[in-house]
Structures are given as C-alpha cells and as structure tokens.
C-alpha cells in the first residue's frame, strides 16, 4: 500500500458552547473553550492506493482545490455552529458541487467576506476533522484515507475511513 500526506495551515476561529468538563480530571467544569477565541489551525491529509499512476498516489498539485477551499471559506472566518444559542448570525451555507471552481455558497460574497461560516456541528476538533474528511472524500472518492485536524500544534483529532 502507498500512502503519501499533504499539510495546509489556517487560522480560524470557533466557541465549543456544549461541551461539559469533568471536573475531577479537569480541575474544572468551567471549559475555556465556551469563548470566542481563535488557533492556528492544520489539517494533513493522508491518501493511500494499492497501485500508482505515473510513479504517484496523486499529484500533490491536485490537492490545490482544497487550498483554495481552506483560503476561501475557512481561513480567517469563524467557524459557528448553528445550533449555538448565544449567537444569532446570518447563516452562510456552504457546500461542494462541481462548479467550474469546485464550490458553491448559498450566501453571497458579502456574507461570506463578513467571516462567519455556520456548520450543523460544534465545532469541535473532531467534528471539523470528519467534516474536511467528508469534502476531500465527495471530490477524490476512496483514496482518501485520514484527515488530522490540529487545534493546536498539541492537540489533534483525525478522521479515517472505517475498515
């Protein structure tokens, strides 16, 4: 099996407002995570293939559509999850198709340039690494085989497909 991983960078920004702490392995049942705030965000992608084309898994240039995906939508916005109850935005959809670009928003550009994406999730590690998993999955089929979403250059989640 080839495996071969590619990494893009982003800052964003989120609010876990569901979470609940123990607080005898926390210290706390306050989580810092209820605020707004904002983290150097990294994903790496991970693709894998019995057999090659071309000496290659993929070309890492045809990874550039989910750069773009990432500078356009994710990068320096603020990722809400539309079921929080304390804030009331406007909701920017957004989803892939085959546009001639790859993407399409149901919001229009202003929306979009006021940097707040509502998804139907928290937005948790977790959540966000099965989320980039399902779009890079609906553009390259199955030889996508992990996605690592770090929060934090110590703190990560990955996705992968089941077995």
Known sequence: M????????????????????????????????????????????????????????????????FKEFLDRYIDHKFLVDENDPSIGLQNVNLMLNESEDGFKTEASEDEIDASFVYVPFCPTAENISKWFYEILVNKLG??????????????????????
């Open 2 to 65: 080839h495996k071969i991983s590619k990494s893009f960078e982003f800052d964003f920004g989120h609010r876990v407002w569901n979470q609940k702490l123990k607080p005898e392995l926390a210290g706390t049942s306050l989580n810092k995570c209820r605020f707004l705030h904002g983290h150097r965000g990294k994903v790496v992608i991970e693709l894998k293939s019995e057999t090659l084309k071309d000496g290659m898994v993929m070309d890492f240039n045809e990874l550039n559509f």
């Open 142 to 163: 199955t030889i996508v085989n992990s996605v690592t979403f770090y929060e934090t250059p110590k703190a990560k989640a990955t996705y992968t497909k089941s077995l």
